[in-house]
């Protein structure tokens, strides 16, 4: 793999078909669920790496019907939005 980028890690693991399914726990939706197989936790493993050392950005996102969609199993209804503080965005005044 390149420069482990968010956006080349997507494209790696996707091409290995690295497929996530993000949900409520049901048995207490307190909770995140994150189900997949050897691979796809190889790629949530890199991806917040990649995240955590990127130069620029300190958010993205991913989901089902958004960008990374190739990442999530059919099943899949929930994305994720991890965000690195401090942020990188400046502050909004009202």
Do not use: W
């Amino acid at each position: 793999m390149r420069k482990p980028t968010v956006d080349n890690v997507c494209v790696a693991y996707a091409a290995k078909g690295a497929k996530i399914f993000v949900k409520l726990l049901p048995e207490d939706p307190n909770f995140i669920l994150f189900e997949g197989d050897q691979v796809a936790f190889e790629f949530i493993g890199n991806l917040f790496l990649a995240q955590a050392k990127a130069l620029n950005g300190c958010a993205f996102c991913l989901g089902p019907k958004y960008a990374g969609s190739a990442l999530f199993s059919k099943k899949a209804k929930l994305g994720f939005h991890p965000h690195r503080l401090p942020c990188d965005s400046k502050p909004t005044r009202n």
